[in-house]
């Protein structure tokens, strides 16, 4: 049986207060006979937090339209996609222009020239602001039909002194500006599949010359960020996501044209701080600013609880390292009721749900909240992840295994080491640490097993665990793995592993 299309749904889902109230007093003008069932359609869909046609049919049954639902359903899809485009017609820049567009199609088709030209001008002008080369392009092309038709030989003459060179710069505006996405994108995809550790062979080459657009210039800061990542360079990525930001507000009209963006690079900042105690300081700030935008603007409801979730998740892996517990405690359960709150709310957040879940169980380890670490890494092995992010599912099911060693759970523990070792030789042999430390479980367990074991046998497992991880870890990594390292050092030291994992990061890693 086909499922019935939930896209009016999700459409609805994602207008925000004001955009709902303009449709439903806008929207329908024309349809003043059905309006009203439409409404109370729009009402009834707006109410639900999961799409449930069967409840909608229930609810509407004996009212005509019912016995043509699907076809109700485009129908108000539809209005409402007109009733955003009249809403957003004097404020997105895209629907500005191409209205420009068809009013340009339809002078010219009326061969009212002059009224034509003064449209190309006053659009040509807000896309040269905007750099929409592509769409200065059409504007060109329409220019020429206006100059051949009319017979314009000044205007011909002047185009083709000034224009045709302006053309040349458009085109190269626009391949610069493609190539330099296509690699960011590229980027993206090994990031999200495979995660840093493996090596990337790349199939776009990039240009000679720099990037010459603002949005060209955000792709290359993007891609200086994501090599950043795969090169374990903290520095790099902070730089990175600093020129981003940098670049919207040193050009404040494409924050007002692009907020949306200009929250995801803030927050992509945001992340950046996360790993280095140096920038803790700037931390707070940029949080601060990240609460302010979202405030300032009208974004959909969904949207602002899935960036304020994401704000959650960073600032609980930034509180993780600051060796403060209460602190800690409290940011956890922040980045839990903001979960369970947009979970409530009935937004989906897929791409988000692993580091919701990671975030909690390593919060929970470092807290030494063994049973809570326990129930976050249950969760974890709920998710349908696929092949997302293989390199954090295999360090998740590793750092699994604490609770379970913490809560002497020794036969599950066994099992789950002989799982994790054959996952490992199958899909993740680049992953040595993880190895070392699988083997060094094992003989814990192994040891724990014999009736006259001794404490400091399983010490001694651990301190040769410790240099093994740091003959074979890059500095670099240390960040990474830093988790590991702290729970063994607490081990070692009978010091907490709060306090383990403050003096790691608090040294720059150097262990």
């Not at 947009?342 to 919060?363: A, F």
Request: net charge positive; glycine share 4%; hydrophobic share 35%.
């Amino acid at each position: 049986m086909k499922t019935p299309s939930n896209a009016l749904f999700k459409l609805i889902r994602k207008m925000t207060p004001s955009e709902k109230r303009y449709f439903k007093r806008f929207g329908l003008l024309q349809q003043k006979k059905d309006s009203n069932k439409y409404t109370l359609l729009f009402d009834a869909i707006n109410e639900q937090n999961e799409y449930k046609e069967q409840a909608l049919l229930k609810q509407f049954k004996g009212y005509d339209f019912i016995n043509n639902f699907s076809e109700i359903k485009k129908y108000l899809f539809n209005q409402i996609q007109k009733a955003l485009r009249n809403y957003h017609s004097q404020s997105s820049i895209d629907i500005i222009l191409y209205n420009y567009l068809s009013d340009i199609s339809v002078l010219y088709g009326k061969e009212l020239y002059i009224e034509c030209s003064r449209i190309i001008k006053k659009a040509k002008k807000i896309a040269t602001k905007h750099e929409k080369f592509s769409i200065l392009l059409l504007l060109n092309e329409w220019k020429r039909n206006v100059l051949r038709i009319s017979h314009h030989v000044d205007g011909i003459q002047n185009y083709l002194d000034q224009e045709v060179i302006k053309d040349q710069e458009y085109i190269a505006c626009v391949e610069n500006e493609s190539i330099f996405f296509n690699k960011s994108l590229e980027l993206t995809l090994h990031l999200r599949k495979k995660g840093p550790d493996h090596k990337i062979t790349s199939g776009v080459k990039l240009p000679t010359e720099n990037p010459k657009t603002f949005r060209a210039k955000r792709y290359a800061f993007l891609q200086k960020s994501m090599e950043g990542y795969m090169e374990f360079d903290s520095e790099k990525i902070f730089e990175a996501s600093s020129g981003d930001v940098t670049i919207f507000e040193e050009n404040p009209h494409f924050i007002k044209a692009l907020p949306k963006q200009y929250i995801i690079s803030l927050t992509n900042l945001l992340d950046s701080c996360a790993n280095k105690i140096k920038y803790n300081d700037v931390f707070d700030e940029y949080m601060f600013k990240i609460t302010e935008v979202l405030d300032a603007y009208s974004f959909d409801a969904e949207f602002i609880e899935k960036e304020r979730l994401l704000v959650h998740i960073i600032k609980c892996k930034v509180y993780s390292l600051r060796g403060n517990l209460p602190n800690l405690k409290v940011v956890r359960q922040e980045l839990k009721n903001q979960y369970d709150l947009t979970s409530k709310k009935g937004y989906k957040t897929p791409d988000l749900d692993i580091y919701v879940h990671d975030n909690l169980m390593r919060s929970a380890l470092i807290t030494e909240d063994f049973s809570s670490a326990l129930e976050s890494y249950n969760d974890i092995l709920q998710l349908n992840l696929g092949s997302y992010r293989e390199d954090l599912q295999m360090e998740t099911r590793l750092l699994g295994l604490i609770p379970h060693f913490e809560l002497g759970n020794w036969l599950l523990l066994e099992s789950m080491v002989r799982s994790a070792l054959r996952l490992l030789q199958r899909k993740h042999s680049h992953f040595k640490l993880g190895k070392l430390f699988l083997e060094a479980i094992k003989k814990c367990i192994c040891i724990k097993q014999q009736p006259k074991h001794q404490t400091n046998d399983i010490i001694l497992v651990l301190k040769q665990l410790k240099v093994d991880a740091l003959s074979i870890t890059a500095k670099r990594r240390l960040a990474d793995y830093i988790l590991f390292i702290g729970w063994i050092d607490s081990k070692l030291t009978q010091n907490s592993i709060a306090q383990c994992v403050f003096e790691a990061t608090k040294a720059g890693y150097k262990l």
